[in-house]
């Protein structure tokens, strides 16, 4: 039983992978319907982990991913507008049909190597050598000490890589705030608004 769950969780993974990629509806509200997806897939994801005992990752795909980093895709999203004209750019082509063959091709190959015995025979008896851990294997402290030791490089990098992304936010909302957030009737009201006061000066002035 536990073993169907856990292909359960890993198909519906895959599945809502490929609809953050391929949106079941096109238009301006696509990006929402992928992040929505996305959403489901990080929690199919953290169930794997908890089947896996996992349970700190598990907790920690639910709160980091699909709360606050779901949390900053949607707020981008919100903040670039996307209209119809924009999304509908992104319709299949040779790019798309390029990835798609791409992904045939990884999954073939994956698929072959796990049907080759002479390789996954010696992985599968070093794996069950090593099934036996400490208890504090995948603890908070011990999860804690690696990323502030061995790993201490990589933590500090994702830092900078998370301000960055903080000064690219910024960056995108200073952009041009009317054209991003004023509705488009608003926009061509002050539109005519400026162009006329511009003519009446020149005619005033002439």
Do not use: W
């Not at 609809?19 to 897939?41: D, E, K, Q, W």
């Not at 049909?97 to 698929?111: F, K, M, Q, W």
């Not at 900078?160 to 009201?189: C, H, N, W, Y």
């Amino acid at each position: 039983m536990e073993a169907f769950f856990f292909y359960l969780f890993a198909s519906l993974a895959v599945a809502t992978a490929l609809a953050v990629v391929f949106p079941p509806m096109r238009g301006a509200r696509a990006p929402i319907h992928s992040a929505i997806a996305l959403v489901a897939c990080f929690f199919c994801v953290a169930a794997t982990y908890a089947m896996l005992q996992a349970h700190l990752l598990a907790v920690l795909q639910v709160l980091v991913y699909a709360g606050a980093i779901m949390v900053l895709f949607i707020f981008v999203i919100m903040l670039l507008n996307l209209q119809t004209d924009e999304t509908a750019r992104t319709e299949v082509g040779f790019v798309k049909v390029l990835s798609g063959l791409l992904v045939l091709a990884t999954t073939a190959g994956v698929i072959g190597f796990l049907r080759n015995d002479d390789v996954l025979l010696p992985i599968s008896k070093q794996l069950v050598a090593q099934v036996a851990h400490p208890e504090t294997y995948g603890s908070i402290e011990e999860i804690g000490k690696l990323m502030l030791s061995e790993y201490l490089f990589a933590f500090e990098l994702t830092s900078i890589l998370l301000l960055a992304s903080i000064v690219g936010a910024v960056v995108i909302a200073k952009r041009d705030p009317r054209s991003t957030f004023m509705p488009e009737a608003l926009k061509q009201q002050l539109y005519r608004e400026r162009h006329g006061k511009s003519a009446s000066g020149r005619k005033g002035g002439a």
